[in-house]
């Protein structure tokens, strides 16, 4: 049974399905993407969809969180935004 699962498994990955886990917003996404492919994606938002990121990655790992604020750091800094604004809106 595990090997006809594991058969399935890596037709599946094969076959060029396995693509889906990179599409952009996806778990996998935030974890192994490149700073400069984060950055693309955060630059599609407005302060509050940041801020809403920003707060989603604050229960994550510290490696999935740095990566993933240092990008929506740059994008704020670069729309013109103080670096720190989604932090202090979440904090009291």
């Known amino acids: 049974m595990k090997k006809i699962l594991g058969v399935i498994f890596l037709s ?3 076959s060029g399905n396995a693509y889906a ?3 952009p917003g996806t778990k996998v996404f935030f974890k ?3 700073e400069s492919d984060l950055i693309n994606y955060y630059a599609g938002f407005e302060l509050d969809g940041l801020c809403d990121y920003w707060s989603k ?3 994550t790992r510290e490696m999935v ?3 993933n604020r240092n ?3 740059k994008v704020l800094l670069s729309q013109g935004h ?3 604004i989604c932090m ?4 009291p």
Request: net charge positive.
């Open 57 to 59: 990655f604050k229960k």
């Open 88 to 91: 202090k809106i979440t904090s």
């Open 82 to 84: 103080d670096k720190f």
């Open 32 to 34: 192994w993407s490149s």
């Open 71 to 73: 990008a929506i750091k």
């Open 21 to 23: 886990a990179w599409i």
């Open 12 to 14: 599946l990955l094969l």
């Open 65 to 67: 969180r740095t990566k």
